[in-house]
């Protein structure tokens, strides 16, 4: 038996609702921008991938107009941070809708270090940071989508494995499932990638 959902004349919340709690894992953009009049901001996007490799840039979605979005738009500049386990409390509250004069960091006493080529701080727990400078902003529907063009990366040498590369079991990721469940890791195996087929 299967049960069938018709998102064209769904509730729009009802929608993000069955979306979120179908794509999961969905990894975690601690994303802190520093306004044009200098007041530092970090907040958590969900809705996060690569989008290109060469050159490199990443991208996050922005559901509504959020201080991040602005302030990316008025300054050009922000820094994905890794969010990893220990500190899922941190990135959860920093979720919260603080006034735009407030600083997470601050608020939440979230140590910070500063970035090497941009103006934003980045979290200094965690384990990767990404410095972005804005490739491009997308609007679509209700959302936001950000594209940065990875200029300098940071890593926790702790999650570094032998062969200079990041070390999933390592970097611990959090990451969201539906409603208000969390992913605290996963199983990982490894698998080799098929050899290619023989030619006919």
């Excluded at 820094?79 to 409390?89: E, M, R, T």
């Excluded at 702790?158 to 409603?179: H, Q």
Aim: proline share 8%.
């Amino acid at each position: 038996m299967r049960t069938h959902f018709d998102t064209t004349v769904m509730d729009a919340d009802r929608v993000y609702q069955l979306l979120t709690s179908a794509v999961v894992p969905r990894p975690i953009a601690w994303v802190s921008t520093r306004s044009a009049d200098g007041v530092d901001n970090l907040a958590p996007y969900s809705f996060f991938t690569i989008a290109s490799t060469n050159p490199p840039i990443v991208q996050f979605t922005s559901v509504g107009r959020k201080d991040s979005v602005r302030n990316v738009r008025e300054t050009g500049e922000f820094v994905v941070n890794f969010a990893s386990q220990p500190l899922i409390d941190q990135v959860n509250n920093s979720s919260a809708a603080f006034d735009s004069a407030v600083s997470e960091f601050t608020e939440l006493d979230i140590r910070v270090a500063p970035s090497v080529k941009v103006a934003p701080l980045r979290v200094k727990e965690a384990p990767i940071s990404l410095e972005c400078v804005l490739e491009q902003i997308v609007e679509i529907g209700d959302s936001v989508i950000v594209f940065g063009r990875v200029v300098f990366a940071t890593a926790n040498s702790s999650v570094l494995d032998d062969d200079g590369l990041p070390d999933s079991r390592a970097i611990a990721p959090l990451s969201r499932f539906g409603r208000t469940e969390w992913g605290l890791g996963a199983e990982i195996r490894d698998v080799a990638r098929p050899s290619p087929p023989p030619t006919r």
